[in-house]
């Protein structure tokens, strides 16, 4: 599976910004998706997650709220809706697949990950 994110770039605070996520292969339909952070000097950290059908989630706390996770299997496609954009969420944002179908806020349980899209939030 190879994953390609984009949508991030530089955005005001309170702004929000649709990151999405393409994966190839027949088989996406199959996997739990998950988006992580990594901000500079910092270890990377899990954002959102969702199962193979949408109907599970999970939110990092720090984005509960302001957050919305959604994939679309007929494009092969996950996405990350993000509102009230903060300073603090300004880091690469990566989207990473399992090949379990249950959403899951544990790094290891990723096996595939994508190049990162640059979020950038101004005060």
């Known amino acids: 599976v190879q994953l390609q994110a984009f949508g991030g770039g530089l955005v005001q605070a309170g702004g929000f910004l649709k990151l999405s996520c393409e994966a190839s292969g027949r088989t996406f339909r199959s996997y739990g998706m998950g988006w992580f952070r990594q901000a500079p000097g910092k270890e990377r950290e899990f954002v959102s997650a969702l199962s193979w059908n949408g109907a599970e989630k999970l939110y990092a706390d720090s984005v509960k709220g302001r957050s919305t996770i959604s994939r679309d299997n007929a494009k092969n496609t996950v996405y990350l809706q993000m509102n009230n954009l903060k300073p603090e969420d300004t880091a690469l944002y990566y989207c990473?697949?399992?090949?379990?179908?249950?959403?899951?806020?544990?790094?290891?349980?990723?096996?595939?990950w994508g190049q990162g899209t640059l979020v950038t939030v101004s005060s």
């Open positions: 990473a697949a399992r090949t379990g179908p249950w959403a899951s806020s544990g790094l290891g349980d990723y096996s595939y």
